[in-house]
């Protein structure tokens, strides 16, 4: 069974960049099967989805975050992380780890996410 | 970007009552339309796939259907452990999620 855990500071200060990892586990981050992502949820609010990532490097980004994001992965070490610049208060919330399934086979974005980090809340306060 | 509009935003039900979420796009998305549980505290949890696919393990009170721009999530002979919120989410374009329906158990 395909776990995740995310991993990194539960406070930031306004104007800094947040990094979190998310360690993969019970599979490989190199599984053909599986994209990887990063969604977040302000406390009380719905989910935004920020970015994915295919173990190979392909990626994709929210147009909103996108100038303020990165997304990149480490097979080495079954990793995935999310770099987010220029912090405001705005970007507090849940931050989850996911990942959304692939159709190797038939090279189809399946998308929907069965597999979720518990997630890790990040305030953004000086 | 392809917009997601959940109604009713809450509901507060009672048990053995039927409860019928709908979720509409601001553009087709086929069948890429996927609903989740979200309990307090707790990370998502896929209910049904593909507008209509259910997932294995997930009580068969809860249905989908729809396709293209209107989709519904049905709970039939609602439990108080249903309780929670619930959100549906498209993967047509770029991924993006409705903004939920709150569930609440009388």
């Known amino acids: 069974q395909l776990q995740l855990q995310e991993s990194g500071p539960g406070l930031v200060k306004p104007s800094e960049t947040l990094s979190l990892t998310c360690t993969v586990s019970g599979g490989s981050i190199r599984s053909s099967n599986n994209y990887w992502a990063w969604v977040r949820q302000p406390p009380g609010k719905g989910l935004q989805w920020i970015a994915t990532i295919y173990y190979s490097g392909t990626t994709y980004y929210n147009p909103s975050l996108e100038s303020r994001v990165t997304i990149s992965v480490d097979t080495s070490k079954n990793q995935f992380s999310l770099r987010l610049r220029s912090l405001t208060a705005a970007d507090t919330a849940v931050y989850y780890c996911a990942s959304p399934k692939y159709d190797f086979w038939s090279n189809y974005y399946l998308g929907y996410i069965e597999n979720w980090g518990q997630g890790t809340l990040v305030t953004v306060s000086s | 970007e392809i917009v997601l509009t959940q109604s009713p935003e809450f509901l507060s039900v009672t048990p053995n009552e039927k409860v019928t979420i709908t979720c509409r796009a601001s553009?087709?998305?086929?069948?890429?339309l996927h609903w989740y549980q979200q309990k307090p505290g707790q990370s998502p949890k896929l209910l049904i796939k593909y507008g209509t696919q259910s997932l294995s393990g997930v009580p068969s009170r809860f249905s989908g259907s729809g396709s293209g721009t209107d989709f519904t999530l049905t709970i039939n002979s609602l439990e108080v452990e249903d309780a929670a919120t619930y959100f549906c989410h498209q993967t047509s374009g770029l991924h993006t999620f409705g903004q939920g329906t709150r569930l609440e158990i009388k």
């Open positions: 553009q087709s998305v086929g069948s890429s």
